[in-house]
């Protein structure tokens, strides 16, 4: 509290403090801590069957993050380390380093992650008062410029693809330009249990390299064709139990070991993520039941593509979601209704980031929809004397 005196009076000036408020003794600070904590398994599962990309674009979306905090804080005048120590600069580069290709030139990293902590967050005051998920709506700002960039550096898991692509063979060709594709390759080529480490070094060489039209892309993009002709329901089947699979089953794991850490500490509402599940199942199961060419079927939507991450990190952010209780399940049901529209009749394969945008726009009118209405207020003559 600050009190400001004048010749004849005295004031208290009350300390004002942005949303998100939470009834919880933690502060910001701390709660950032435990989701960044939360997310370790899914950092780890992201490094054995994907590489050490995701590190390497983390430390580039941190850096930058911290760069435009501390320019946007000296351009208003406020104190650096102040800014810097509520640590949600973090949580988003960790959160838009899990959405980028592992293998994303480091500018265009930059571009996504500066475009999200000066436009996004910044300009709408800051921690608290923007409309749009950073993370998200950095992801989307680079995915609609460059598009095939964003197709071609992603990496086909597989069981140990650290051991090729490593922190060397990763950083060759984020910093150095080298050809994504021949460690695409590489990696998809990777065996185990017949691994060379002279195999490990990044060869110039395309001529053993052969790489179908499925390679560099994620599953969403490889049906992308299918579903668009209606033709999703002649797609082979496969098990998640299978090594290209066996990640996207393990990266739902750690994501839901990641949400359940976050309820324990109850930094995020369960009901909501309960109804996410709920509703986005129970659509997702009627569309594939009614159009099989057009919408996978239940467990595809689940693990595929960031729903796992949306559900747990993404609709629960206390500033971009609404702000009733009622408003909250209405957003919930919101983003999995868009989820599974997009993604059956949309022209990008992942649609989580477009959908929480979508819904982000919408949480102000869902909060004024769901408000309790003052006593009094639009109530008519016979509920006031029956009140």
């Known amino acids: 509290m600050e009190i400001q005196t004048t010749e004849s009076t005295g004031r208290q000036v009350l300390g004002l403090q942005n949303a998100p408020f939470l009834k919880t003794s933690m502060s910001t600070r701390i709660i950032m801590l435990i989701v960044l904590l939360s997310l370790v398994p899914a950092v780890l599962v992201q490094i054995y069957f994907f590489g050490m990309g995701i590190v390497v674009q983390f430390v580039i979306c941190a850096l930058t993050s911290i760069i435009m905090e501390s320019i946007v804080a000296f351009l208003r005048k406020r104190s650096i380390l102040h800014t810097l120590s509520d640590f949600s600069y973090l949580v988003t580069a960790l959160l838009l380093a899990f959405t980028l290709p592992q293998l994303l030139p480091w500018y265009y990293t930059v571009i996504a992650t500066s475009f999200a902590i000066i436009v996004v967050k910044s300009v709408f005051g800051g921690l608290g008062n923007n409309i749009f998920n950073p993370a998200m709506a950095g992801f989307i700002f680079v995915v609609i410029s460059c598009p095939q960039v964003m197709t071609n550096t992603f990496i086909i898991p597989n069981e140990g693809a650290f051991n090729v692509a490593n922190l060397r063979n990763v950083t060759q060709v984020i910093f150095n330009g080298q050809n994504p594709e021949i460690l ?29 039209s499925f390679t560099g892309a994620t599953y969403l993009e490889k049906i992308k064709s299918f579903r668009k002709s209606g033709n999703l329901h002649e797609v082979s089947g496969h098990s998640f139990l299978d090594n290209e699979y066996l990640a996207y089953l393990a990266l739902a794991v750690a994501y839901s070991l990641g949400g359940l850490i976050l309820c324990i500490f109850k930094i995020i509402i369960k009901r909501m993520v309960i109804t996410f599940f709920l509703a986005f199942a ?18 595809d939507g689940l693990l595929f593509g960031g729903t796992m991450l949306g559900a747990f990190y ?51 009118l869902i909060d004024k929809l769901t408000s309790r209405r003052s006593y009094g207020v639009n109530f008519s003559k016979e509920e006031l004397h029956h009140e």
């Open 184 to 212: 695409r390759a590489q990696v998809l080529r990777y065996d185990k249990y017949q691994y060379q480490k002279t195999n490990s070094k990044v060869s110039q060489d395309k001529s053993n390299i052969n790489v179908d």
């Open 282 to 299: 129970g659509i997702q199961y009627v569309m594939h039941l009614w159009y099989p060419g057009v919408f996978m079927n239940v467990t």
């Open 314 to 364: 993404i609709i629960t952010d206390p500033v971009t979601n609404a702000g009733t209780s009622k408003g909250r399940i209405y957003f919930a049901v919101l983003v999995a209704f868009l989820i599974v529209m997009i993604r059956g009749y949309g022209s990008y394969s992942d649609a989580v980031a477009f959908a929480v945008m979508l819904a982000n726009g919408c949480a102000p």
